[in-house]
């Protein structure tokens, strides 16, 4: 999903082959002498980011953020609603499906399980913390308690992350592992005493996209990028406005969410294995037809694409702040012009919050270094040692 999806791009792509010995220094005939070392080859270059991936997440993140501006403005206004459920239905899906397939690689090793550590279970317990706080201060919800087992409005995704990556090598060893990762989310639909703790129903919902990711390849992705894909989208994406639109009066928007069994939304419990079907498929076309139109080439945003999760995380403050300080209570807001004015400023706050020098200022909280917490790699050590 976004930074989260750029970082383990870096952890959990291919990674660069450990360095290579210093060659031993020879002997010089008949004087004893060592002879210079031979030069040693250049480093591979640094493998580059691909732009299709860095534009999709950006472009992913603005339309979470814009959905998130729309929530207070929606009630009562049809169109509104129809394109909050029509961007609910694909947008957190591709973010999962991206981090899945950056999550290809991911093992046990140590730089890995550092690299988890440090850019996903540090900014949940910061933020976990931090958005109780915040919701005490401005919200006025003194009784909230701070709880790392009850993740809170955004930090749900860095908590299912977690989960999902930890368990990717058992999805690289199963069999089946996609028809898996979807019984497990049809069984969880219905399972009302899944409870709140670390939004295991989420977890479990969500988890057939993230494992998709996992089974892609590069070709898949290159597929979609074709132009008789993106025409084909065209249709596609108009329909399924159009279904999010007729769905309105008669479709829960919680199902969007995958938070509650299908008990928990008040409708028989076979609801739930037909809505997560039903949902997967709706949301795969959606996400290959936002997939399709996402440009390949390199662009004025695409840079932002590495920033998304500080994006994600930030942008939660001020949303809320709007929402606590009562500042979507405008009446002018909940005309056409003020819901433009809110999606254009929705999207212009994001951007700025991806941007490099929000990242230089957050990066300790989002990417920190914390080399006092852990154990030198014993490989690295004896790299160093022969190189000495």
Known sequence: MFHAASSSARATGPSSAPPSRAPLPTQSSGQGVPSPRAPQPDKPPAKQRDAFFDNAKYLAIVLVAMGHSWEPLKGGHRTL?????FVYAFHMPAFILISGYFSRNFDMRPDRLKRLVTGVVVPYVVFETVYVLFKRAIGGDSGLPISLLDPWYLTWFLAALFIWRLTTPIWKLVRWPVPLAIVIAMLASVSSDIGDDLDLQRVLQFLPFFVIGLSMRPEHFQMLRRREVRVLSVPVLV???????WAVPRMNASWFFHRDSAQELGVPWWCGPVMVLAL????????AGFFAWVPRRTMWFTTLGAGTLYGYLLHGFFVKAADYRGWYDQTWLHRPFGEVFVTLAAGVLVTALCSPPVRKVFRFVMEPEMAWAFKRDAAALARERARA
């Open 81 to 85: 609603e129809a394109a909050y459920m």
């Open 280 to 287: 997967l498929g709706c949301s795969l076309l959606l996400t």
């Open 239 to 245: 329909g399924g406005f159009a279904v999010a639109w």
